[in-house]
């Protein structure tokens, strides 16, 4: 090899090298970015609800049931909770059914060319910005209520339900689907040497199988649902109470933080303040849901050869 020949070749290394290590700084610092901005949201949230407690104890904070931190008159966080929780699991009765039975048509019964069209609709109602689903259970779903249970409100506890729970039905079944296409096929034609029908494969062979990604679905749309904000806010009201009435108007702990973001309440105050001990236990609550997804994910994970 010629001088000129080796020159030139460790020119196109050099730049080459550059080149690689300017990728691996700009990845480093898109990683960095989300990283910082996690931290920064954890700060931002740990002070404000450092000034809070300063003046509420947390005994009044996790035993009180009743909550007006509008008025400063008392700080039971459970109202919220409780009105979280019964979006949540109504959600969840309308959602994992619809979304699992949905994913298992996907992957077991429909054609390829009926599962490349009804897949991508399903994607895109997921886009669907969520003020339009709350517009949507103020204009269809409420009436229907109206109509089927007399004396129901304008704002109530089913409607955010319904509404929510169709909002995280394409999460539930595009990803359970997404888990029950990676079966592998070997199992799916050994149960049908045994003799098994579709529907045994599929509820007693696949789903099985993709147990850890099915929950793992499932544990996600939770998450969803637990932070869902502007939906809930049109559909289910901004009354804070524990109540096992679903036709009843409640108030979600997100639904709590639009109200007074959106409010006249003075920065400083406890009112104030009261938003991001709030947000503090909802990004404790989700982070638990996130971080046991992750556990059932590895714990239920089947490795196939």
Known sequence: MSSESFDLTREESDVGGFGDRLARYVFFSCALVTVLTTLAIIVVLVNGAIDFFAEVSLVEYFTSTEWDAINETSFGIWPLIWGTMLITVGSAVVALPVGTLTAIYLSEYADPRVRRTVKPILEILAGVPTIVYGFFALSFITPILQTLFPGTGTFNAAAGAIVVGIMIIPMVSSLSEDAMSSVPDSLRNAAYGLGATKFEVST?????????GVLAAYILAISRAIGETMAVTLAAGMLPQITTNPLAEIQTMTAYMVQVGTGDIAVGTVGYQ???????TLFVMTLSMNIFSEWVRAR???EYQ
Do not use: D, K, M, T
């Open 204 to 212: 007693q062979v696949v789903l099985p199988a993709s147990l850890s």
């Open 274 to 280: 009261s938003l991001f001990a709030v947000g503090l």
């Open 300 to 302: 239920y994970r089947e």
